[in-house]
């Protein structure tokens, strides 16, 4: 199973055109759906520093953090930069690069791949959509499970539609570029909160800020 959940993501967001954008630190960047419908990436605000969003999720973290799919890394470089322990897993290099660059320290390693602190960590964050990983929220929900030390939490960012689908996509620069396509899965609140309870995690909050949505999980 974790073959056919982590290979063709893992070739797929090592692209060209992802790798590219992170390299420069600026989109245009898209997932593309095969009926051509286009989800925009926001590779600036991912490259930028912590906004006031990412703020509230930092402070529902507790005791050492793992961020999966942590892309150039603002949020384990701002746990760093308090002093809080942080690791940042990445199937991208030049995301594990950034990372490192900006203070932080990171694997380029998919969340399916034997990881550090494996039932240790106190929280476990899924932000930026990484929901979406694999394009299955329940066995990236289990995964989640056995990362995370009992009593920890999972924090995750979720569409703010009311959306459940899994689909194939590929990552797009809107000139021509394109990565190998790739399974990927869009949630909104409700449809994770199901999909938590199935997984055995209890929903312990749901908030909105600044155009975004997250939902707070506990073992």
């Known amino acids: 199973m974790t073959a056919q959940l982590t290979e063709p993501s893992t070739r797929a967001w090592q692209a060209d055109p992802y790798a590219d954008a992170l390299r420069v630190g600026r989109g245009p960047l898209y997932l593309r759906?095969?009926?051509?419908w286009l989800l925009?990436?926001?590779?600036?605000?991912?490259?930028?520093e912590p906004d006031a969003a990412d703020d509230t999720v930092l402070a529902r973290c507790t005791g050492p953090v793992l961020?999966?799919?942590c892309g150039p890394g603002r949020l384990v470089a701002a746990l760093a930069r308090l002093g809080r322990t942080a690791l940042g897993v990445d199937v991208t290099p030049e995301a594990v690069?950034?990372?490192?660059?900006?203070?932080?320290?990171?694997?380029?390693r998919s969340v399916f791949d034997p990881l550090p602190g494996e039932g240790g960590w106190g929280t476990v964050m899924l932000i930026d959509g990484n929901i979406g990983i694999?394009?299955?929220?329940?066995?990236?929900?289990r995964r989640a499970g056995e990362l995370t030390a009992p009593g920890g939490c999972l924090l995750v960012e979720v569409a703010t539609a009311d959306v459940d689908e899994r689909v194939e996509v590929s990552v797009e620069d809107g000139?021509?570029?394109?990565?190998?396509?790739f399974r990927w899965a869009r949630l909104g609140a409700r449809a994770l909160r199901a999909e938590a309870r199935a997984a055995g995690w209890?929903?312990?909050?749901?908030?909105?800020?600044?155009?975004?949505?997250f939902v707070h999980l506990t073992r």
């Open 134 to 141: 694999g394009g299955d929220p329940a066995g990236l929900l």
């Open 67 to 69: 961020d999966v799919g």
């Open 175 to 181: 000139n021509g570029g394109r990565g190998t396509a």
């Open 202 to 213: 209890t929903p312990y909050d749901t908030w909105q800020t600044a155009g975004r949505q």
């Open 33 to 36: 759906r095969h009926d051509g």
């Open 97 to 108: 690069a950034r990372t490192v660059r900006a203070g932080g320290s990171a694997l380029c």
């Open 40 to 48: 925009p990436l926001e590779v600036e605000r991912w490259c930028a």
